[in-house]
């Protein structure tokens, strides 16, 4: 019996040897991969090869991955957009600087001194409205990362907002085509309607006075799908996927008014919702000009 103890607590030791290096050789391979994954060298960065385990080390492991490639991905988008800011920037300020330089030289016509006044104050205006929008683009991102889900009613929801743009400037008429039955959706209600705002007001500002909006609702298995189309001048087609870009805008027909975050930002609101907006080709009778189309997944 003594032998045999003896045996069975060899026996249990080489076990609890095994089980104990079994867990801390992943952990410290899940340690290094940390500290290399902080560490910059492209001598990690090929190196990097995460455990495959279908245990709880295995889970870490896939949530650590995950996380530095979240990590990775925000760290581009900041350097990016960081990017994209300064050159945005740097126009209109390259521009009031050649014409300040004129004004200090005072080698042209008091003519041309007003009109160079009056680009200067048309970069300014942009330069303010470049501020505005991506103060409130990046205070939009994080608000979608935090925000809180409602369900309501998309119908009554679609004619509030439509009946609020009714009195504008060109006297634009908007139409609303809905569907009889309620279609009840989730999502920020606050969001969706800063997505229907920056549609309806960018529709409003290239369409001629007079002319008319139309807003289609209608419902397709478990999806709303909204048609927003207007009698604009439209869009052409190479600019399809570029105009949810960043800053991308045609200024030449926007009159240097819109800044080129409000599609983007639009974008990014419906698909946190599930949904998603994309520019589609437009079939609608009268309507030739631009049309989007936004998609919601239905509640019951």
Do not use: W
């Amino acid at each position: 019996l003594f032998y045999l103890y003896l045996v069975i607590i060899f026996f249990m030791f080489l076990l609890s040897i095994i089980f104990t290096r079994s867990i801390i050789r992943p952990i410290k391979r899940l340690s290094f991969l940390t500290e290399a994954e902080k560490d910059n060298s492209k001598f990690y960065k090929d190196k990097l090869d995460y455990p495959i385990r279908n245990d709880e080390i295995g889970v870490l492991s896939n949530n650590i991955k995950s996380m530095s490639q979240a990590l990775k991905s925000q760290i581009n988008e900041l350097e990016n957009f960081t990017a994209d800011v300064a050159h945005e920037l740097k126009n209109p300020l390259s521009s009031i600087k050649a014409s300040n330089e004129l004004l200090i030289e005072n080698k042209i016509k008091s003519r041309n001194k007003k009109l160079l006044f009056s680009n200067i104050i048309k970069d300014l205006d942009r330069m303010n409205r470049l501020i505005s929008d991506i103060s409130n683009y990046t205070r939009t991102q994080i608000e979608v990362e935090k925000q809180k889900f409602n369900k309501f009613e998309l119908i009554e929801f679609i004619e509030e907002l439509r009946l609020s743009f009714q009195q504008n400037k060109k006297k634009i008429n908007i139409f609303f085509n809905q569907s009889n039955q309620k279609i009840i959706v989730h999502a920020n209600i606050n969001k969706l309607a800063q997505v229907f705002i920056n549609l309806i007001e960018n529709a409003i500002s290239f369409s001629p006075e007079k002319s008319s909006i139309l807003i289609q609702l209608t419902k397709e298995k478990n999806r709303a799908i909204i048609l927003l189309a207007d009698q604009g001048c439209g869009i052409i087609k190479k600019s399809k996927d570029k105009i949810f870009e960043r800053f991308y805008t045609d200024r030449s027909r926007a009159n240097n008014y819109h800044t080129g975050l409000g599609l983007s930002i639009s974008k990014k609101i419906m698909e946190s919702f599930g949904g998603s907006l994309e520019l589609c080709d437009n079939l609608i009778d009268d309507y030739k000009g631009a049309c989007f189309k936004l998609e919601l997944p239905i509640k019951d």
